[in-house]
């Protein structure tokens, strides 16, 4: 009967393997969260800008056809 050896932490030795991969692809992950985090808020800030000059806009237009 043959058996797996195991690790002192109780993982295969294929299992302790992976283990650093895993690590690697969790802080990419977490790299890109924050990047999508760091877009987002520039598309928040971009939006809340365009949406000041459509008011601006639609101000000076209103002004505009009262006088006419």
Known sequence: MTTKTTAANG???DEAKHLPLIDKYLAE???IEKEIVRKRKAGQKTMSRIDRNLKEIQTILDRVAATH
């Open 11 to 13: 993982l295969s030795s």
């Open 29 to 31: 992950i977490k790299t």
